[in-house]
Structures are given as structure tokens and as C-alpha cells.
């Protein structure tokens, strides 16, 4: 077991150590919080590690082992997460929940271009040398998802009589969407892969904070009236939203399911 960053004391929030076990590697991510009462040990699929929940006054060695004695469990149930896909030649992934065939063009004019599937699937045809496939087919969903965003964003804030905020695309793993106390909107790129009634949800979700900077009655009682399919885009992040997370880079931090802020 190695640690990269120490605890030495009880005001110390985090660190990280690193579990062997049967020739593989884990990374556990350390987190003092004053309110726990027990070690709590959970893995995290967004990111294939770990977060142990230490007790303010616990010890770090006490911790180490309590980490130590159950690498067997972590290691199972990061083994038991779906394979990361990388954007690469041939890779099939969801483009709007979509199944998506990745196509290398190397000789071809343009960057990225998406050719619609009629009898067969849909292909997103990338040009240039292969080391830049992955790059470039995340940058083209990342713009997609700009777009898309921008303009549900702009709809449902007309909606409600509230301006068109500015919004940011980010890949967090703890939030799919948030709202700033300046009204500015962030979401997670991620969503463009989803099908389109949850990006517009998150949407909808997003500028409903808006008018209620919380989660009260009354915020979802506007968010079902702009989005009826608020309920069934909700069901359906918790059933498939970590499967987002298999395609392409992967990203750091966050809960075992990312939230929605």
C-alpha cells in the first residue's frame, strides 16, 4: 500500500492510497467528514477507484488498514464495471442514444462528420491521422452538445420569462448539470450521447433554478411544467447515466452517481 498524500492530523480533509491486490493497482481516494460515524468504503464507476469516508477524530493508519482488509472487495467490484470504450476506429458508441459507428478516413477532406443511417447505423466519419480520432470525436461532441444545450437552454428560459443565461460544458463526474448563484448554467458534454429527452431535461432542470434555487415543491412542479418528460429522463439517468462514463477519456472525482445541482 502507498500513500500520496498524508493525513497527519485530525484538521486534514484528504488523501489518497494506493491498494495492491492480486497484481492490480487501486487508487482510493481519502475523505475526512465531521458528521460520519464509521468508515464507509464505496467504488465509484465513473472514475474505476475508491472513496473511503473517514470519522473526524480516526486515525490514518487506522484507515489504511480498514482500506487494506477489504482491497479483495474493491478489487471484485471495480473488476465487475463495464469496460472502458475508447473513441477509435470502428468503436460504437450512443450519439443521442443512438448506436454509433466511429469511421477512420484518413484520406478524406474536413475534420468530423456525422452520415445519418437509414438501412444500417449511423456513422461519424473522422479524417486526419488515426493518434487524433479520440481528441477530435470529443471535441465534436463537446460542440454538439453546445449547441443542442444552448438552444433548449434558450427555449425553456423564454419559457419561464427569465433571460438566456451563459452556459459551460465541462466533463465533472459529480453533477450532470449545475446553477450558479450568478445564474450561470454548467453541464457535463456527456449528455450529447444520451437520448435527447434527457439532455432537454437537464435543460429544463437547469433554468428552473432559475426561479427556485433549490428543490422545493415548487421547483418541480415548474420542471414538470416545461418538461413532462421530467420523470421518465430522471428514471432513465438512474438506470444508464454511468454508462455515459465507458466512452472515451475518462474523468476525475465525484460520487459513485453524479447528481444534478
Not at 484507515?63 to 470504450?85: H, K, M, S, T, Y
Not at 444500417?120 to 473522422?126: H, I, N
Amino acid at each position: 500500500m502507498r500513500l500520496f498524500r498524508s493525513i497527519d492530523d485530525a484538521r486534514s480533509q484528504s488523501g489518497v492510497i494506493e491498494l495492491r491486490h492480486d497484481g492490480e493497482i487501486y487508487r482510493v481516494q481519502l475523505r475526512r467528514v465531521d458528521t460520519a460515524r464509521r468508515f464507509i468504503l464505496r467504488v465509484r464507476g465513473a472514475t474505476r477507484d475508491a472513496v473511503l469516508t473517514i470519522p473526524r477524530r480516526a486515525s490514518l493508519k487506522d484507515a489504511a488498514e480498514f482500506a487494506e482488509r477489504n482491497a479483495a472487495w474493491v478489487g471484485v467490484r471495480i473488476r465487475r464495471l463495464p469496460q472502458q470504450l475508447r473513441f477509435i476506429d470502428a468503436a460504437v458508441f450512443p450519439l443521442r442514444g443512438v448506436p454509433t459507428r466511429i469511421v477512420h478516413a484518413p484520406g478524406a477532406r474536413g475534420v468530423v462528420w456525422l452520415v445519418a443511417g437509414s438501412a444500417s447505423e449511423p456513422k461519424l466519419y473522422v479524417a486526419g491521422d488515426s493518434a487524433h480520432i479520440e481528441r477530435r470525436v470529443q471535441d465534436w461532441l463537446k460542440a454538439q452538445a453546445r449547441i443542442e444545450l444552448l438552444t433548449a437552454v434558450a427555449r425553456y428560459a423564454e419559457t419561464i420569462g427569465k433571460p438566456t443565461p451563459p452556459i459551460s460544458m465541462k466533463d465533472t463526474t459529480t453533477r450532470w448539470g449545475s446553477c450558479s448563484s450568478s445564474g450561470a448554467l454548467s453541464f457535463s458534454w456527456r449528455l450529447i450521447l444520451a437520448p435527447n429527452e434527457v439532455l432537454t431535461y437537464l435543460a429544463a432542470h437547469e433554468v428552473c433554478h432559475l426561479a427556485h434555487m433549490n428543490h422545493s415543491a415548487r421547483f418541480w412542479k415548474l420542471c414538470r411544467s416545461i418538461c413532462p418528460e421530467t420523470d421518465s429522463a430522471e428514471n432513465w439517468l438512474k438506470a444508464h447515466g454511468l454508462d455515459l462514463y465507458r466512452y472515451g477519456a475518462k474523468g476525475r472525482g465525484g460520487p459513485t452517481k453524479p447528481a444534478i445541482f
